[in-house]
């Protein structure tokens, strides 16, 4: 079955860096396309990216473009994301997710259990 | 920026039915999508592509769309069906995704 694990969430201080990662298993990791949506405590489900499945084609929620970037190394059904210059309201769980599609940019279907960001000094 | 709007809370009693709704201006010409959580759990889809339901989700759950405005419906709500419901769709440019507020559903 789907499974996507997501690491390397942790506590750090603002104005740092920190690379999530989401090992992808149980499908052709190569042929589908991927998001990563956030959750801040208590608050609703926020888009962040979408990368195509030959990692060609990316967008971006505009509130982070140029400080986020959603990479994948198909040769490991790796999917990551790059956050530099951290700031307190980007704390939140990090869902990566599965979309069914390749090269379409369109929804997530399975998601991962997620991985905690805080970003506090 | 683009934005959803659905109802902060909705309260049904069990084997009502629940109508959940979600409006955005482009939403006549964008799929959508809904997605269910429930506490300390990642989301879940419920509906996909304005209509369908994924395999294992219950015919209970149907989703609708009307001008401006698409509606998930719980014909008999149950109250494993108490969670958080949230719509996504995409923006005219087709450039960005977004998610609705989220819509906390009672069933009590």
């Known amino acids: 079955q789907v499974q996507l694990v997501e690491s390397g969430g942790g506590v750090v201080q603002p104005g740092r860096s920190l690379r999530l990662s989401c090992a992808a298993s149980g499908f052709t990791f190569s042929n589908y396309a991927m998001h990563w949506v956030r959750q801040a405590p208590g608050k609703g489900l926020e888009w962040v990216a979408f990368l195509s499945y030959d990692g060609r084609t990316e967008y971006y929620v505009d509130s982070l473009k140029g400080r986020f970037t959603i990479s994948r190394d198909n040769s490991k059904s790796t999917l990551s994301l790059q956050m530099n210059s951290l700031r307190a309201d980007d704390t939140a769980a990090y869902y990566c997710?599965?979309?069914?599609?390749?090269?379409?940019?369109?929804?997530?279907?399975?998601w991962g259990r997620g991985t905690l960001v805080t970003v506090s000094s | 920026s683009y934005e959803l709007t659905q109802p902060p809370s909705v309260s049904v009693s069990p084997g009502q039915a629940a109508r959940i709704t979600c409006s955005g201006d482009a939403l006549p010409k964008k799929y959508f999508c809904w997605y269910q959580q429930k506490s300390g759990q990642a989301p879940v889809l419920v509906i996909y592509?304005?209509?369908k339901r994924p395999s294992g989700i219950p015919e209970r759950f149907s989703g609708s769309k009307s001008g401006t405005m698409v509606t998930l419906t719980i014909s008999g709500a149950q109250v494993e069906d108490d969670a958080d419901y949230y719509c996504?769709?995409?923006?005219?440019?087709?450039?960005?995704?977004?998610f609705g507020g989220g819509t906390k559903l009672t069933v009590l």
């Open positions: 997710a599965r979309d069914p599609e390749g090269g379409s940019f369109g929804y997530p279907d399975y």
């Open positions: 592509d304005d209509t």
């Open positions: 996504y769709s995409t923006d005219s440019s087709g450039n960005h995704r977004v």
